[in-house]
């Protein structure tokens, strides 16, 4: 079974609203990914932390959404103002060095 | 850019038969390759990796093989089993990335009684 935790399992916002979602990454794994995997199960990298600093994000993370890993609490993912478009699963994985582990996502549906 | 391309998009067999789900890669860097697995409704599980040229990898009866010089890992399995219907990523890290992976579009496997 997985060891990252992500919150809540299912989402379900209105266009226009804030959609937040959380992941506990597995002890003693450095690094947190967030990836979107959309209903053709294509995935799509947004945002990854190395102990609470971002490393990469895509354009896409840095207008509507927010992401952060602060230390002692859980890791986040906020979408400010959601689209219909916005509507996926929101899968984090946290990795030690070259593995990645995920979590079960978040599916959000957007009205 | 890193891509990863799996031809597959749906495959599907009896049980018992053996299956090779296709996997190649681009990259420019020196490649770890991934095998995910994802059951309906569940986390991608870690199947298969490896980042060591020609040498035979193996787990719960799937195995691959890197091959550099076809860029390829491809998933096999001799004798497949109604549990192992799901869907199958093939994923690239390229070791300048920082860990972040490159996904293939997904095999989905059915095994039929």
């Known amino acids: 079974n997985s060891k990252v935790i992500q919150t809540p399992r299912y989402l379900v916002k209105g266009q226009g609203q804030k959609a937040k979602m959380r992941c506990i990454p597995e002890k003693g794994h450095p690094v947190v990914f967030w990836y979107q995997q959309n209903k053709n199960n294509e995935f799509k990298f947004l945002i990854n932390?190395?102990?609470?600093?971002?490393?990469?994000q895509i354009d896409m993370t840095e207008k509507r959404f927010s992401a952060e890993c602060p230390s002692n609490s859980p890791c986040s993912l906020e979408i400010q103002s959601s689209e219909a478009g916005d509507s996926a699963l929101y899968l984090c994985?946290?990795?030690?060095?070259?593995?990645?582990?995920f979590g079960s996502g978040t599916r959000l549906t957007v009205l | 850019g890193d891509s990863v391309t799996q031809t597959e998009g749906l495959v599907t067999l009896t049980k018992g038969l053996p299956v090779m789900l296709n996997c190649t890669y681009q990259t420019t860097y020196s490649p770890f390759l991934f095998w995910y697995v994802q059951h309906l409704n569940e986390a991608p599980k870690l199947l298969l990796k490896?980042?060591?040229?020609?040498k035979r990898t193996e787990h719960q009866g799937f195995y691959a093989t890197l091959h550099k010089s076809s860029s390829s890992f491809h998933l096999q399995k001799s004798s497949v089993q109604l549990s192992d219907s799901a869907l199958y990523f093939c994923?690239?890290?390229?070791?300048?990335?920082?860990?972040?992976?490159?996904f293939g579009d997904g095999t989905v496997l059915t095994v039929k009684p």
């Open positions: 994985a946290s990795s030690p060095r070259d593995t990645l582990y």
């Open positions: 932390f190395q102990n609470q600093e971002v490393l990469q």
């Open positions: 994923a690239l890290s390229a070791y300048t990335n920082t860990g972040k992976l490159t």
């Open positions: 490896s980042s060591t040229d020609n």
